[in-house]
């Protein structure tokens, strides 16, 4: 616990932040949606360290060096994101998705994907049965604080993504068939 042990730990501690760094920067480049979920962990870590606010740092470390190395693209990207929005919002004319549709056709692409063949309904049907056991099988397997911390967290990373993609629907109403391929990560995140 000497000196150096503390330069071991703030070594490690630089390691991790470098790390989701890239990951989550790598991963903002591969589909917008993904920045729903380090919003998650960090107001997830707002909640869970209120107390303790300097616990905080590596995490907003770790988002602002995400936030630097994303920036390029933003700069680039967001003016023809907000013209091709608006057009395709005009041009397509659809209808925002109501609650019990946006929920329905998510748990039915998380839990049997896509299958194009209705004699393979039952599959989707089955996956919702799953993910909804998996779902409480957690929930009823809390003991330890690691755990429900965890279990938490989970539920913000997919909570708050698939909350923020229904308001989205709401004011910018484009959502074609497969549509609910843009909030895979989230389900793909739980499984870790």
């Known amino acids: 616990h000497g000196p150096q ?5 703030r070594h490690r501690r630089r390691r991790a932040i470098l790390a989701y760094a890239l990951i989550t920067a ?7 949606y993904v920045a729903l979920l380090p919003l998650a962990h960090f107001l997830w870590a707002i909640w869970q360290d209120r107390r303790r606010p300097r616990a905080l740092l590596p995490l907003l470390a770790a988002d602002l060096l995400t936030a630097l190395l994303y920036l ?7 003016p ?3 013209t091709y929005i608006q ?3 005009v041009a397509d004319n659809d209808a925002p998705l109501g609650l019990l549709a946006y929920v329905g056709r998510h748990l039915i692409a998380f839990g049997g994907g896509h299958v194009p063949l209705a004699e393979l309904d ?3 049907y089955a996956g919702i049965a799953g993910l909804f056991l998996a779902v409480g099988l957690a929930i009823l397997s809390r003991k330890r604080d690691a755990d429900r911390d965890t279990t938490s967290l989970l539920a ?3 909570i708050l993504p698939a909350a923020i993609g229904y308001a989205f629907n709401r004011l910018w109403p ?19």
């Open 80 to 82: 023809h994101l907000i």
């Open 122 to 124: 039952w599959l989707r």
């Open 5 to 9: 042990g503390r330069r071991r730990r």
């Open 156 to 158: 913000w990373g997919l």
């Open 87 to 89: 057009a395709k919002v």
């Open 174 to 192: 484009f959502f074609p068939d497969g549509g609910e391929r843009v909030l895979f990560f989230p389900v793909s995140y739980t499984h870790l």
């Open 26 to 32: 790598a991963a903002l480049y591969t589909e917008y």
């Open 72 to 78: 390029p693209w933003v700069i680039f990207t967001l």
